[in-house]
């Protein structure tokens, strides 16, 4: 009886909340960074990983109703001012195309060359908010493993203190720093991994994003250039 008293005494102190009761300062401060973080990383996760879904599947129907219209004026009076990529790309292209063939002369060559530099600027520029927002993963995915680790050196540095300022080295004395120091390394790999894994993803769905708005721009470019030979 005594003995099972014991052992679920030594389990309490090696819980979570007793090694981050038994840290000093410092190792607290890694262990509530490295929570902070990891929280943050799933907000980023959930809100990102929705808002790219829904950016994706809005300029999809966009792109698929546009090339539906028999009228591209109408359709930019009508839809243009959506806050989608691809709306943004078919302003883009629909003002420079507006100021470029205002004049009696219309310089064709200069005009498709001004009209492809709108629209990719407009891919580039929309491809960046999106990009913008995940780069925080990648921080914290590079930076996490090297702070738990920084607080498993102080955590075992400060066991071995104590060790020598107790002259015992059995193991009911060495568990509770050894297990205090790596439980940051822990803590940093709790951050880390889903910050590396949903970087990844969210890259993959973005190169998507951009190859699709790329050819959206694309094939824009082509339908001005037919407008321009039959002005010609």
């Known amino acids: 009886m005594l003995n099972n008293i014991s052992v679920a005494a030594d389990a309490a102190t090696l819980s979570p909340i007793a090694l981050f009761l038994h840290a000093d300062w410092i190792g607290r401060g ?11 990383v799933w907000m980023v996760i959930i809100a990102h990983g929705r808002n790219v879904g829904k950016v994706s599947r809005a300029s999809e129907r966009f792109e698929r109703d546009f090339w539906r219209a028999g009228n591209i004026d109408k359709f930019y009076d009508e839809n243009g ?28 060559d200069g005009t498709r060359e001004r009209l492809g530099i709108a629209m990719n600027a407009a891919v580039d520029s929309e491809i960046d908010k999106l990009v913008d927002r995940i780069g925080i993963l990648a921080t914290i ?15 075992i540095m400060r066991a071995f203190t104590e060790i020598a300022a107790s002259n015992n080295s059995s193991l009911a004395v060495v568990a509770p720093g050894i297990s205090e120091a790596l439980f940051a390394t822990a803590i940093g790999l709790f951050a880390a991994i889903p910050a590396v894994i949903a970087y ?3 890259s993959q769905r973005l190169n998507r994003l951009e190859s699709r708005l790329g050819r959206f721009a694309d094939g824009l470019l082509a339908t001005f250039s037919r407008e321009l030979e039959v002005e010609s």
């Open 200 to 202: 990844n993803s969210f």
């Open 30 to 40: 890694v262990i509530l960074g490295l929570l902070g973080a990891s929280i943050y």
């Open 141 to 155: 995915g590079s930076v996490a493993p090297f702070v738990g680790l920084f607080g498993t050196v102080w955590g």
């Open 81 to 108: 001012r959506e806050e989608l990529p691809s709306a943004k790309i078919l302003a883009a292209g629909i003002s420079e195309w507006r100021r470029s063939t205002a004049g009696k002369a219309v310089d064709r």
